[in-house]
């Protein structure tokens, strides 16, 4: 299947070449015609499955330039809105369009007259209100509105804002509604706002054979300790800054935390053991994310820490390695971090590291989508000093590492690492271990889990 064969035109088709985009993914094969014929659409298919292009091309196909305002696209992040749009301005390079991108966190001002002469506009929900309501901008012309990341959008509190912003804007209008997975929350869009949507479903997990996925059953205070064994063995990641030598040939490793001050103290500790270290969560600056995003995306760094909900969406590129360094409650975040890895034509690793704290939604990750994870035995390897708290904050690179400083020990949740040898010297959430062995993740799996935990919400 080629893009001619789905009817795009040679401009579109041309400016997406320009991009490395030459053959359509799955999800664009099914979208694309669907979206270009002026259908609903609800499209469903892994993160990196290509997305964007699934309606980006046709949104840009079906535009009259300079005919006033015609798609709204509504993200539910800064950074996503900035990608999304800076795509479309590079598929429409032989197509003069007006593309505004409208968010929050800078002046109201200069977006209104770049909204006036947009032809589509790609925006975060609160900022569009915002407009709407001070009576900058008119949507009842528009004929296209899309709504990216739909699932993060109802995670992010952001649907009633969405709502309010369809409610302004004409009732026969196409919409489209994207993401990689889509829940049951959304159904209420579809029946009030959707006419017969067509789904358009892809893949929805990642290929399993792009995607090797691992387990270690390692005790919490531990996995600092096998962290850095495992990114010296399996990565080529330098673990000494003076090894920068051969920075082309070097993976590239993505480390998901589940909480801000985990992802802030990893980062430092790396950084402490001579890892190249950045971070990225949703308490820092915008610009900040961005920049950090560019500069992983360059190169310039191989190893990122992230929040999961900061890197949801965004394009990251060409992960080789992704690690979990603790879960999430939530089962399908799991699909969506390693759904950074393994895209088209690549191959990559997950890894997860498991203590007991993440043995519950591991079995559920398990119950419910069926993945093929392995578990590795565990080697020896060198025990590290995690600390957990800064002690000279300047000596990481001028950032001040956990910003408002630890004021007592309950604002930490992750590993106590005091390196005492194979001592267990912290009490997890599991109780003691004293010098027994830890319990495993497959010995809890017979369990019976309560009906609370295993209840499916898909
Ligand atoms: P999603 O929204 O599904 O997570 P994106 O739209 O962000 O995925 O696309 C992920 C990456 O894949 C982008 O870098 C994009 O340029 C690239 N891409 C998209 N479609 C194709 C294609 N048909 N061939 C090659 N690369 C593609
Ligand atoms: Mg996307």
Not at 262 to 283: F, S
Not at 437 to 443: E, F, T
Request: glycine share 8%.
């Amino acid at each position: 299947m080629s893009f001619e064969q789905l009817n795009l035109n040679a401009e579109v088709i041309k400016a997406l070449a320009e991009e490395g985009i030459s053959e359509p993914t799955k999800i664009q094969e099914i979208a694309i015609p669907l979206v270009l014929a002026g259908k609903d659409v609800i499209g469903m298919s892994f993160t990196g499955s290509g997305k964007t292009v699934a309606f980006g091309a046709p949104i840009i196909q079906n535009i009259k330039p300079r005919a006033g305002l015609q798609t709204l696209i509504l993200t539910p992040t800064r950074e996503l809105a900035v990608q999304i749009s800076s795509e479309l301005k590079k598929f429409s390079k032989y197509k003069r369009c007006h593309i505004a991108t409208v968010y929050g966190g800078v002046g109201l001002g200069p977006q209104i007259g770049d909204m006036a002469r947009a032809d589509i506009i790609v925006g975060t929900p609160g900022r569009m209100l915002d407009h709407l309501q001070r009576g900058n901008l008119d949507l009842s012309h528009i004929n296209c509105f899309v709504l990216d990341e739909a699932d993060k959008m109802v995670e992010m509190g952001f649907i009633e804002d969405v709502e309010k912003i369809l409610s302004q804007t004409p009732e026969r209008r196409q919409m489209l509604l994207f993401g990689a997975t889509i829940s049951c929350e959304i159904d209420h869009l579809k029946a009030d706002y959707m006419h017969n949507p067509e789904v358009a479903e892809a893949d929805k997990y990642v290929k399993q054979e792009l995607l090797e996925q691992y387990y270690y059953n390692i005790p919490h205070n531990q996995k600092f300790s096998l962290l850095v064994h495992l990114l010296k063995k399996e990565t080529a990641v330098p673990l000494n800054p003076e090894h920068r030598a051969n920075l082309d040939v070097m993976d590239r490793v993505l480390i998901f935390c589940s909480s801000r001050s985990t992802v802030e103290l990893l980062t430092a500790n790396l950084r402490n053991q001579g890892v190249k270290a950045e971070m990225i969560h949703g308490k820092m600056t915008q610009s900040k994310r961005l920049q950090v995003i560019d500069r992983f995306n360059h190169d310039k760094i191989k190893v990122l820490v992230a929040s999961p909900v900061a890197a949801r969406g965004l394009d990251i590129k060409n992960i080789t390695h992704i690690f979990n360094y603790d879960l999430s409650p939530d089962p399908q975040e799991y699909i969506h971090r390693i759904g950074r890895t393994a895209r088209a034509g690549e191959s990559g690793k997950a890894i997860t590291l498991l203590s007991d704290k993440d043995y519950q939604v591991f079995g559920q990750i398990f119950d419910r989508y069926r993945l093929d994870i392995k578990e590795l035995p565990l080697e020896d390897f060198p025990r590290l000093r995690f600390e957990v708290r800064s002690r000279e904050p300047s000596r990481f690179g001028g950032q001040r590492f956990g910003e408002r400083g630890f004021r007592s020990q309950r604002d930490f949740r992750g590993p106590r690492d005091f390196s005492g040898g194979n001592r267990y010297n912290s009490r997890s959430s599991g109780g003691s271990f004293g010098s027994r062995a830890p319990p495993r993740y497959r010995d809890i799996r017979t369990q019976p889990r309560s009906r609370e935990l295993t209840r499916r919400t898909d």
